[in-house]
Every structure is written in C-alpha cells, then in structure tokens.
C-alpha cells in the first residue's frame, strides 16, 4: 500500500485526457461540440450548468429542461495525445482549437459549438 505522499504525488502526474467531444441529444441527433484539455472536467462542468439552468448555451439549455439527462449522451471525437517527454510541449489550447475547427468543417451541418 501506497503512502499518503506517494498517493499524491501519483495523482499530480497523471495527464488527463484532451480532445474534442459532443454531447448528443438522442432523440433527434441534435449534436454540439466542445473541446478541453480535460474532458471529463468539461463535461462534469457542462452537466453542472444544465442542472442549475445556468448553463450559456440557451438552445442545450431548453433541450435538457424538456428530456432531461437520460435524453443525452457525451462522445469523446478526437483525442489530443501529450507531448513525448523532453520534447518541447506545444499549445495545447491553440492545438484542440484547431482540432475543433477540423472537427466541425468534416461535420458542419451537424453541430452546433457549446
């Protein structure tokens, strides 16, 4: 078993996963794209906001209100992967940018940006 600092330091060196993903409403495919450098915090933050009602995109908003959470799934689309180690890390941020974009031209008539 592990210590406690071993525990910790293990948890600062993981990478989360980064990428572009969609959140899809069943029902009518309706789709709509985002991208982070942490998924998973995106998407709790995503599903956070559509609880409270509090969430910016007006159009998801209403959709979540009407069917709820079970009437949605979440999809990661493209993963972005890390930098080897000891290359020079590029801009994550400007990379998942330019993902999205590619994303969303192969795509475009079927989503809508978050």
Avoid at 36 to 58: C, D, K, P, V, Y
Avoid at 70 to 76: H, K
């Amino acid at each position: 078993m592990k210590n406690r600092k071993e525990l910790v330091s293990a948890y600062r060196e993981q990478k989360p996963e980064m990428g572009v993903f969609e959140i899809v409403h069943v029902a009518s495919g309706r789709r709509w794209i985002d991208s982070s450098t942490n998924i998973q915090a995106r998407w709790n933050r995503h599903q956070s906001e559509l609880r409270f009602g509090s969430h910016r995109n007006r159009d998801l908003q209403e959709a979540w209100k009407t069917f709820g959470a079970e009437g949605f799934r979440f999809a990661v689309l493209e993963v972005l992967e890390y930098a080897e180690e000891g290359t020079r890390a590029p801009d994550y941020a400007k990379e998942l940018k330019l993902l999205e974009a590619m994303v969303m031209e192969t795509c475009s008539d079927q989503f809508t940006k978050v």
